[in-house]
């Protein structure tokens, strides 16, 4: 599937269908945010709802139904970094990882309570239930999807080759009636 994908937003890339930043160091192209109302995307669009309806379903998020709001793809150098950002305007957001190549630069998510700690006790050693940020690797096939208003960034790669890092990131929303 993560071929067939890499296919398609090849061609948009070809087309000019997207927009390719300015940056010569790092260049990335940045297709059009509606890739889930393309029917190539069937397949991973069924796959995301599936997948994120568990999610809400685990937090007990009541709806009628969910939706992608927007899907689009980033393709950039392996070691293109990107800067801290939340997701606004949604419940959940995530990424598919369509092509990784060998240590491209890894997805880090940051505790929001990083940003609003008054009082924080010393630990006796660091580990994933007390550290601030949480590091996955990028792979191949693996999709991530988190609380869209959970900081995270892409730290940069040491990949030696050129070969692109491509994801496909998306947003859901729910469908419903919100209780005050």
């Not at 599937?1 to 010569?24: F, H, M, V």
């Not at 392996?78 to 369509?98: A, D, F, K």
């Not at 940069?156 to 209780?179: H, L, Q, V, Y």
């Amino acid at each position: 599937l993560c071929d067939r994908i890499e296919k398609t937003l090849r061609g948009l890339q070809k087309a000019g269908q997207g927009k390719t930043s300015p940056d010569r160091a790092s260049p990335a192209f940045l297709t059009d945010d509606n890739l889930h109302k393309m029917p190539e995307m069937k397949e991973i669009v069924e796959i995301i709802l599936r997948e994120s309806g568990k999610i809400l379903d685990a937090y007990a998020i009541k709806r009628d139904s969910h939706y992608i709001t927007d899907m689009w793809a980033n393709i950039t150098h392996p070691n293109h970094r990107q800067h801290m950002h939340v997701h606004p305007n949604c419940l959940l957001s995530g990424l598919v990882y369509i092509k990784t190549p060998l240590s491209c630069g890894p997805t880090m998510f940051a505790s929001p309570r990083k940003f609003t700690k008054q009082l924080e006790p010393a630990y006796t050693a660091r580990n994933e239930l007390n550290s601030d940020f949480i590091i996955i690797p990028a792979e191949k096939g693996r999709m991530l999807i988190w609380p869209s208003h959970m900081p995270h960034a892409v730290e940069s790669g040491t990949a030696i080759e050129t070969e692109d890092r491509i994801t496909m990131p998306f947003n859901i929303m729910i469908r419903g009636s919100i209780d005050l």
